[in-house]
């Protein structure tokens, strides 16, 4: 009976205990090997506002700056916008970074890099990602993160033809 109540009693403790556990990242990691060569997949992408030409959800891209930062507003089909800023660049690696400042999507220290490497007679596009849920189970972020990237590879794949 003792032993069922400490048990009972531990509970609501390790309830609480579990609450305090801080989320860990979810990394989520896409690529695309594309038939053109490096460079005309980087022209087509490595313009940080560029997005809104490639991106099948961004309606348009509204570059911006804040301090040193350079911002992108994205606005999105079907309503949202996205406030994203670029936190660092490499045009001769090919790659850029960014972390996403204002969204309605379900995550929160989202940070992202994009990079062009090539790969054969073509390119290789790399997204990866580092974020937490945020209001939704894990499974459900990444779920939305993966479309996203998954999406935006298509787009580019079709317009670097």
């Known amino acids: 009976m003792l032993r069922n109540a400490l048990r009972l009693g531990a509970l609501p403790i390790l309830a609480l205990l579990a ?8 990394d989520v990691a896409k690529s695309l090997d594309v038939a053109a060569p490096p460079a005309k997949v980087w022209a087509t992408i490595g313009d940080f506002c560029g997005i809104g030409t490639w991106h099948p959800a961004v309606e348009k891209c509204a570059p911006s700056t804040k301090g040193s930062a350079m911002l992108r507003s994205l606005s999105l089909k079907g309503g949202g916008t996205i406030v994203e800023s670029q936190t ?35 390119s290789k ?37």
């Open 19 to 26: 609450g305090t556990v801080p989320s860990f990242a979810i």
């Open 88 to 122: 660092s660049r490499d045009d001769k690696a090919m790659t850029y970074t960014y972390a996403i400042e204002e969204s309605p999507l379900p995550v929160s220290d989202y940070s992202s890099t994009i990079t062009v490497v090539p790969s054969g007679s073509g």
């Open 125 to 161: 596009i790399n997204w990866t990602g580092s974020f937490k849920a945020k209001g939704v189970p894990d499974t459900v972020a990444k779920d939305v993160i993966e479309g996203i990237y998954t999406s935006g590879l298509g787009g580019i794949a079709e317009k670097a033809k």
